[in-house]
């Protein structure tokens, strides 16, 4: 069984008000250092099978069309969430 | 200027109805094949400088303290976004 992974993040031109409260949030706990944070969201699509370029680009279109919001959001990334555990483990 | 990206997930004992609209939306919009959707949360964190080991690690420590509820979510990965590139672009 496969997984797709879904990245979502608003528009680098849109205010992000969750972001910022998160960014005002960081210094008064303790945390210095990051100048501005944003939130998006990120999904995970669960396939029957492998995770094929066909599958890949189904997940994509779903994306776009119902997972993210396209005046304000970006699609930043459609993955097989296989190629991320490398990375993520690193 | 680094990135730190934080991927949050709801635990997989918890429910998730906003993954669970998404995944019943899916093929009432044409899109089958996707037997399941969890939805979580992905934060990019600018920092001021390199991403070097001791900035992830106060990040991961952000993404457990502060991003995450970890009663019912999971920090899945906390990573430098340059680190990323080379995956969603592939």
């Known amino acids: ?6 990245d979502v993040m608003p528009k680098p031109e849109i205010l992000d008000p ?3 409260a998160v960014a005002g949030a960081l210094p008064r706990l303790g945390f210095t250092g ?9 999904f995970e699509l669960e396939v029957d099978g492998d995770v094929t370029p066909e599958v890949l680009a189904a997940a ?3 994306a776009e069309r119902v ?3 396209p005046i304000i959001e970006d699609v930043v ?3 097989d969430a296989a ?7 690193a």
């Open 1 to 6: 069984m496969g997984r797709v992974v879904v």
């Open 18 to 20: 969750q972001g910022k």
């Open 34 to 42: 990051f100048l501005s944070v944003r939130q998006g969201k990120r």
């Open 60 to 62: 994509r279109e779903a």
């Open 67 to 69: 997972l993210s919001n």
């Open 77 to 79: 990334s459609v993955v």
């Open 83 to 89: 190629s991320l555990d490398t990375v993520a483990s």
